[in-house]
């Protein structure tokens, strides 16, 4: 039976590993290798590496940090989100080492290119992005280069039932960074059932893990912050859920 | 496993840096090239993959080594194919349009049932234990899978089979062509234990 996983989330800014706060306050932790490579040691069942700096200053994909990653010979797969603008972006990415890409302006800019790159690199290596809060009772789709929230819009309802995309990552981006924080109406209210969704934002405790995962339309949730308080908080969270249908890791050698 | 040296075929997609990782790590040489001379030095060819079913198959065409690795088959010379990898091995596939693959091992690729995928952890069914990599254990383990298409063929080319919205055949073999859907170099230790198997399996049959 397929397992649902729990992903560690590093996010980068400037160039540097930091901890987010509401995508408006950060602390830096250190070299974005550093942290990827703990998670790699840790099991991680996947690794998303998020440049938010990217599409918002138009920078495009951080194809350098892509190609340090890829040389580490990581054992986990490695998903990259952030400045992808085109077809060849997303192409060059997996090249360099992402095993996945998440698409997130393109959305909003040109969604037929979107369609272009599943079709170059298969829709299971496509994650769509969407930052939603819950709004007057309403789920509401930020544009966080023009700071509006606004509907989900048909074209973007449209692709993902295409299945040109794979899953969809829902960033509760209201509640990042906050302990307890993230806010389960975002995947309650998803107005699309028998989609695969990842939650991330403000997904701190294995209580809230549970609630999340219980739910059909969960396929994965991502931690961010949380992660970076203890050693193998990973394995930790899991033998607290051990009860649920994730991957039990075993640390035995055969090697020596 | 020192002295066990595998080639991976570099047709251009994806980045070989987990698979190479791994193989270091359990003593297996190996190095990615697209050079015929530099691929017949090697013990057992390795075609890895991401990304879609044309673009692959054109690639290989391009760079010269559709013929070569058929004929290298045809010399019965060791072959793994990884998630794309594997599929390349088969008769034909439907991703996007009808395309010509490998034919090493026979039967098609088809898409899951509603445009699904199979993205994840999951196990194995070993439906033969004779094999050497087959060992009890693979049956609890889980293995990192990462596609939207998978084989469908006779039943005497699958070794194991995986449960998702469908059973589908997770790993094929005719001879010594050994095509696995998912990805034993990013399944950490448990992918890890499977490829020193595997090697050693195809190295002694």
Known sequence: MLKKRIIGVVTVKAGWAVQSFGYYSYLPLGKPEILVENLDRWNADEILIQVIDRSENHLGPDFQLIERLGKL??????????????????????????????????LFDNINKVRDLSEHIGAQA???????????????????????????????????????????????????????????????????????????????????MRALLDLNDISAVAIGNFLNYHEHAIQKYKEALIDLPLRFTSYESIFN | MNSYSIGIVDYGLGNHASVIHSLKDIGVKALSTDKISDLNAVDILMLPGVGAFPPAMNSLHNRGL??????????????????????????????????????????????????????????????????????????????????????????????????HS????????????????????????????????????????
């Open chain 1, 73 to 106: 010979g990581l054992e986990t797969p490695l998903i990259y989100s952030g400045g992808i603008r085109s077809e060849e972006d997303g192409v060059r990415l997996i090249q360099l080492g992402a095993d996945r890409v998440v698409v997130d302006a393109l």
């Open chain 1, 126 to 208: 496509v994650i769509a992005s969407l930052p939603l809060s819950w709004k007057g009772d309403e789920l509401k789709y930020l544009n966080y280069r023009s700071r509006e929230s606004v509907s989900i819009s048909d074209r973007v309802i449209e692709l993902i039932k295409s299945r040109c995309i794979s899953e969809v990552l829902i960033s509760d981006w209201e509640h990042e960074g906050m302990p307890n924080g993230f806010e389960i109406k975002l995947i309650e209210k998803f107005p699309l059932k028998d989609t695969p969704l990842i939650a991330f934002g403000g997904i701190s405790n294995p209580s809230q």
């Open chain 2, 66 to 163: 559709v013929d070569y690795i058929r004929e290298q088959a045809n010399l019965k010379r060791p072959i793994i194919g990884i998630c794309l990898g594997m599929q390349l091995l088969a008769e034909s596939s439907f991703e996007h349009k009808h395309t010509t693959g490998l034919g090493l091992i026979p039967g098609s690729i088809q898409a899951f049932s509603n445009l699904g995928n199979h993205i994840g952890w999951n196990t194995l069914k070993f439906l033969n234990m004779e094999s050497t990599y087959s060992n009890s254990k693979n049956n609890d383990e889980a293995f990192y899978f990462n596609h939207s298409f998978f084989y469908q063929g006779p039943s005497e080319y699958q070794v194991a089979t995986t449960q």
């Open chain 2, 166 to 205: 469908i059973v589908f055949p997770s790993i094929i073999k005719n001879g010594n062509v050994v095509g696995l859907q998912f990805h034993p170099e990013k399944s950490q230790l448990a992918g890890k234990i499977f490829l020193k198997n595997l090697i050693t399996d195809m190295m002694n049959a």
